[in-house]
Antibody
Framework: EVQLVESGGGLVQPGGSLRLSCVASGFTFSSYAMHWVRQAPGKGLEWVSS????????YYTDSVQGRFTISRDNAKNSLYLQMNSLRAEDTAVYYC????????????????WGQGTLVTVSS | DIQMTQSPSSLSASVGDRVTITCRASQNINTYLNWYQQQPGKAPKVLIY???NLQSGVPSRFSGSGSETDFTLTISSLQPEDFATYYCQQSYSFSRTFGQGTKVEIK
């Protein structure tokens, strides 16, 4: 059974830092690109960052570029998101999610998601 | 960045109704369009990928269509468990933007 389990969320003051982790099981982690998606309270989904299977390509949404760093350790089946210089608008549930490819039909979609971890940025 | 615009933002419907949600991309995304359902307090779940392909295990009352910039999610006969929020998402560019969501509520 595929599982993604996030941890590391919590309450942090503006300007502070947090490191989120996502531990994967039930599949060959090193074969998949992984993404972080967040959802502010009562709001929609926002894509945050992605990392390819070998960490060759990394992307961020503009609002977190230069403040957040995505990484992975394939030996530990783990995905990370280092968040620095946190702002109130970063308050959200952060989900890690797996990207699956179906080249026959131009399919690239998120097929498994973790349960999410809540990050609250407040003084 | 590619912008995704859904309509309506919310709708009220009854069990058994046919429901249609539309999603428009700000540029041609071919068929790189996915639909997700999110229940309150839960992670999203993929329903349709590549515009019209039903994810395994998803009921056949869900269907998707469209290409380039205009896409549609249809629920042929709304069931009680379908009251949720639905999101479209493009996978054409590396920035995997979502639509703002459509909340389907009970009439």
């Amino acid at each position: 059974e595929v599982q993604l389990v996030e941890s590391g969320g919590g309450l942090v003051q503006p300007g502070g830092s947090l490191r989120l982790s996502c531990v994967a099981s039930g599949f060959t982690f090193s074969s998949y690109a992984m993404h972080w998606v967040r959802q502010a309270p009562g709001k929609g989904l926002e894509w945050v960052s992605s990392i390819t299977s070998s960490s060759t390509y990394i992307y961020y949404t503009d609002s977190v570029q230069g403040r957040f760093t995505i990484s992975r350790d394939n030996a530990k089946n783990s995905l990370y998101l280092q968040m620095n210089s946190l702002r109130a608008e970063d308050t959200a549930v952060y989900y890690c999610t797996r990207l699956v490819l179906n080249d026959a039909v131009n399919g690239q979609y998120f097929d498994y998601w973790g349960q999410g971890t809540l990050v609250t940025v407040s003084s | 960045d590619i912008q995704m615009t859904q309509s309506p933002s919310s709708l009220s419907a009854s069990v058994g109704d046919r429901v249609t949600i539309t999603c428009r991309a700000s540029q041609n995304i071919n068929t790189y369009l996915n639909w997700y359902q999110q229940q309150p307090g839960k992670a999203p779940k993929v329903l349709i990928y590549a515009a019209s392909n039903l994810q395994s295990g998803v009921p056949s009352r869900f269907s998707g269509s469209g290409s380039e910039t205009d896409f549609t999610l249809t629920i042929s006969s709304l069931q009680p468990e379908d009251f949720a929020t639905y999101y479209c998402q493009q996978s054409y560019s590396f920035s995997r933007t979502f639509g703002q969501g459509t909340k389907v509520e009970i009439k």
